[in-house]
Nanobody, 116 residues
């Protein structure tokens, strides 16, 4: 059974940082790429970042380049998204997805709110 469980969200002020975690079970990080996606109120879900540990490739949306860093820990089968210099425009529900750009599996989502 495949499960993706997000953690690490919350409320922060503009300019602050958060690290999201996605604990994966049911497949290994070398089996398929894992990505982070987000959906802001009134907007469609968008891809934020993706990592494929089997070839080392990463992808970032233009809106998060140079601020967000995705990484994977194979021993823990967990993918992280380090988010720096957060802005109110980053406020959204963040989802972990098994597969990029069209995940076959989804986590339940976690709220990230950036507000002063």
């Amino acid at each position: 059974q495949v499960r993706l469980v997000e953690s690490g969200g919350g409320l922060v002020q503009p300019g602050e940082s958060l690290r999201l975690s996605c604990a994966v079970s049911g497949f290994t990080l070398d089996d398929r790429a894992v990505g982070w996606y987000r959906q802001a109120p009134g907007k469609e879900r968008e891809g934020v970042s993706c990592i494929s540990t089997y070839d080392g490739n990463t992808y970032y949306a233009d809106s998060v380049k140079d601020r967000f860093t995705i990484s994977g820990d194979k021993a823990k089968n967990t993918v992280y998204l380090q988010m720096n210099n957060l802005s109110p425009e980053d406020t959204a529900v963040y989802y972990c997805g098994g597969g990029c750009p069209n995940p076959e599996y989804w986590g339940q989502g976690i709220q990230v709110t950036v507000s002063s």
